[in-house]
């Protein structure tokens, strides 16, 4: 049985051995080819494009090993209506990390039959795990199954068959509705977009619905035996909210629960989703009806944040708020994923010289965001998921993403290559004082998004690779 913060805490244990930290040879830490779980000859030549244009050996390095980690790791299965992704080192495949990992390949689909199976594959397992569950987020290879996450077991819920954990968050329907929606943009491939796909989103629609909880609190009921509060829900449903037609999160992308149950940057994911979806039900499919539902709640999602998502710091600088309930109450943090105040613009939910969320990730990234975290061994975002003093390298990452200033980006690719503990990979968090104390030596969802940042560099600022850090 597997417990996920029993493999957390784990990796962190073994990560403070000098196992992790013995000095990079450069030599590649990819399987050997017959041992790699899925093979894409556009990827092949992304790599070799890419390591050609950065200058510094470790870096190079980092993105030969990061860039095809899902592919070659994670894949356990495709066939023509199925992919099955894990997210690294826990066998199942979360709703979140499996349509994140696929997307740093999103350019090379069109060119690629391999990838292209690949995407159509994962595309149709998340059309068929929503119909099984779409409070659900994670899944198992196998939909007969029943859950083996010792955490699991013995949860107060309604446990399906094929679910490995059922906990509400936003924006695990959201990813799912992004991968759709930024594959048929870059391929106009019809072919995933079947009945089941349209049914699936019909459904995500109603779920949303359902959580607005604008007649009861619908149909979710969850909690847990653990001794972190983060692991459960108040009475099953949450704190208290004022029914202002934001969607209630019960969980963070992180899954740590919500404290105030509207998670504004879910909200505004939710709503930037729902407008992609009406156009791919819209273009792909010629579906009117599911367009304007789509785009009916969209509209009902951003008029609730413009009345309710913003707040006003100590100093009087307005922000997007972390968590409101809808009677006025506001925290202002910031969590460690994509999904967070500081990657709203990574995520197109808003510009990237929009002047509030500029003040927003300029205080998420001070001491006003109690989560931030600075140390001998590097500065960044952390969180309660994995404790205190840690380091999430991903947030760096998004940083740099949703920077114009090469010297901010090359401080974060300076920060990314060396807190790797000189494994050649990234890594979940890191201690703020000591990089060879890390969690999760085997995270493709981070690995993917490092390899991510660097091709995006090499297309848009390659004179920032072709320097020293």
Known sequence: ?????????????????PTWAATPSFASKRPKPADRRFHSAAAE???????????????????????????????????RDDGFVITGDIPCLWLRDSSAQLRP?????????DLTRLFRGLIARHARCVLIDPYANAFLQNPNARSD??????????????????????????????????YWRATKDRAPFTAEWAQSARVIIRTFREQQRRGDAGPY????????????????VGNPTRKVGLIHSSFRPSDDATILP??????????????????????????????????????????ALAAHGRMRLADGGEVWAFEVDGFGNAIFMDDCCELSLSGLAFLGCVAADDPVWRRTEAAAWSERNPWFVRGRAGKGLGGPHAGFDLIWPMATIVRAF???????????????RDTDADTGFVHETFHKDDATRFTRPWFAWANGLLGELIVHLADTKPHVLREAL
């Open 149 to 182: 996450l010792e955490s699991s077991l013995h949860d107060q819920t309604t446990m399906k068959p094929g679910v490995a954990e059922r906990k509400w968050e936003v924006d695990s329907l959201c990813y799912v509705l992004r991968l759709a929606s930024s």
């Open 221 to 236: 009921r969850f909690q847990r035996r653990d001794v972190q509060p983060t692991e459960t829900l108040l009475w099953g």
């Open 402 to 416: 949703s920077s114009n200033d090469d010297r901010l980006i090359r401080a974060c690719l300076k920060s990314l």
């Open 1 to 17: 049985m597997i417990d996920r913060r029993t493999i957390l805490a784990a990796s962190a244990a073994l990560a403070v051995q």
């Open 262 to 303: 509207f998670l504004i940057p879910a909200n505004m994911f939710a709503a930037r989703t729902l407008r992609e979806l009406a156009d791919v039900a819209s273009q792909a499919r010629g579906d009117s009806e599911l367009a304007a539902d789509a785009a009916a709640l969209a509209g009902e999602i951003e008029a």
């Open 105 to 113: 390949y999103l350019h090379l689909a069109a060119s690629d039959p």
């Open 45 to 79: 030549r992304e790599i070799s494009r890419v390591k050609t244009i950065i200058a510094d050996p470790k870096l190079a390095w980092m993105f030969e090993n990061c860039f095809p980690n899902t592919l070659d790791t994670t894949v356990l299965s495709v066939t």
